[in-house]
């Protein structure tokens, strides 16, 4: 219980810093914090492979991208023109709390179904035809073993969609991000000129441009 | 044991700072950071249920979330650089037109 009061408490605190500070990379941060509790918050719901999960990828990877892509923009300056929309700042605080409060009420109303000791146990896995009954007594609740065992056997054909998916969400990232082949020397040029901020991703296509140059030499 | 319904208020109140972000913040950037805050409170809750009714389904289904995530945070930040080489701007305000 005081795991997760504490753990909760620093949650909500990293999600406002998220959400109020004037510098984009002091958000980013204030949500890498948040993201780490949400870790802490899995683990006490024993999934622990989860909390790992969520260590590796969100607090590692998808933040690291974040960052570097803060950083490249150049985004930390605080946006000073006026808002187009009269009172929207008001409004949205307004519409949150009211969304909070609505759905407080549905999360105080709500009963288990079921003790929370039967609830844990049940996340050990089920008896099948790969697992026996003495297998599951010795697997943590929760765990890589038996959270892989219902991916790849109940769910494996959403596992080989998001796969996909994923493939296609890098060759998505390369074709937005690279510059079309015809014109890389005058655009690559223009643009550094007018922009020499974002070097790290024109960098590496003319750095692969200059490779081809030389091969095509040899 | 903590019961569900505390998980269940934490992540209402996480689901509606980052709605509150999303709704408040000017650039695009940080716009994705509130969607992502808004993801992980449906995370929790997701989890927070698993335990309840004793069932891997959910945390798989959270498994599946995060690489969802994973893969929009690529595809996204990939369109906001490119839209910042054209534009300059990462700002949603100055970005309300289709036309490229």
Partial sequence: MIAFLILGALAVAGAIVTITAKNAVHAALGLVFTLLNVAGIFATLSASFLAATQVIVYAGAIMVLFLFVIMLLN??????????????????????????????????NYKDALPLKDGIAGLRGTVSQYTTLPELAHRAPGSAAAVG????????????????????AI????????????Q?????????????EPAALPERGTGQSVVVREEVRV | MVPTTSYLVLSAVLFGLGLIGA????????????????????????????????????????????????????????????????RETTNVDDLATLKG
């Fill in chain 1, 149 to 168: 065992e219902v991916l790849l056997t109940k769910f494996v054909f959403p596992f080989e969609a998001v796969s996909i998916l994923l493939l296609v």
């Fill in chain 1, 184 to 196: 890389t020397q005058g655009e690559t040029a223009q643009t550094l000129e007018v922009d020499p």
């Fill in chain 2, 23 to 86: 709704m408040t913040r000017r650039t695009a950037v940080l716009i994705f950071l509130s969607v992502e805050l808004m993801l992980n409170a449906a995370n929790i809750a997701l989890v927070a249920f698993a335990r309840a009714w004793g069932d891997l389904t959910a945390q798989t289904a959270v498994f599946i979330v995060m690489t969802l995530a994973a893969a929009e945070v690529a595809i996204g930040l990939a369109i906001i650089v490119s839209i910042f080489r054209k």
């Fill in chain 1, 75 to 108: 985004a930390t300056q605080p946006i000073t023109s006026h808002d187009p929309v009269p009172y929207v700042r008001e409004v949205a605080w307004l519409g949150g709390s009211v969304l909070i409060g609505a759905l407080m009420i549905i999360a105080l």
């Fill in chain 1, 171 to 182: 060759v998505g990232a390369v074709t937005l991000v690279s510059r079309p082949a015809n």
